[in-house]
Nanobody, 123 residues
Framework: QVQLVESGGGLVQAGGSLRLSCAASERTFMRYAMGWFRQAPGKEREFVAVISRSGTTTYYADSVKGRFTISRDNAKNTVYLQMNSLKPEDTAVYSC????????????????WGQGTQVTVSS
């Protein structure tokens, strides 16, 4: 398994932006498709976005499409989630995860998870 550490969460007003980062421990970072998930209080974990090993293919949940952008820098073993036009309903703990499956979107297909970073959007 790969160790993942998220950063970049915080408190932001509605309409604002945040950039999350997820640093991986392994030099074999390129073996993994990388995803972002989120979980709000009292709700189930929700898929947000995924990016392929090479970074050329991405896929988003409808709820964030057009506002969030996932990217990766394989030289730095890091995946990012740029979040724009944030809404109060985006408030959640955001976690990154690694999968050996191409473009996985289901949590069970991800083998490694970070601890998560809190994102709070005030109205």
């Amino acid at each position: 398994q790969v160790q993942l550490v998220e950063s970049g969460g915080g408190l932001v007003q509605a309409g604002g932006s945040l950039r999350l980062s997820c640093a991986a421990s392994e030099r074999t970072f390129m073996r993994y498709a990388m995803g972002w998930f989120r979980q709000a209080p009292g709700k189930e974990r929700e898929f947000v976005a995924v990016i392929s090993r090479s970074g050329t293919t991405t896929y988003y949940a409808d709820s964030v499409k057009g506002r969030f952008t996932i990217s990766r820098d394989n030289a730095k073993n890091t995946v990012y989630l740029q979040m724009n036009s944030l809404k109060p309903e985006d408030t959640a703990v955001y976690s990154c995860a690694a999968s050996e499956r191409f473009m996985a979107t289901i949590g069970a297909d991800f083998s490694s998870w970070g601890q998560g970073t809190q994102v709070t959007v005030s109205s």
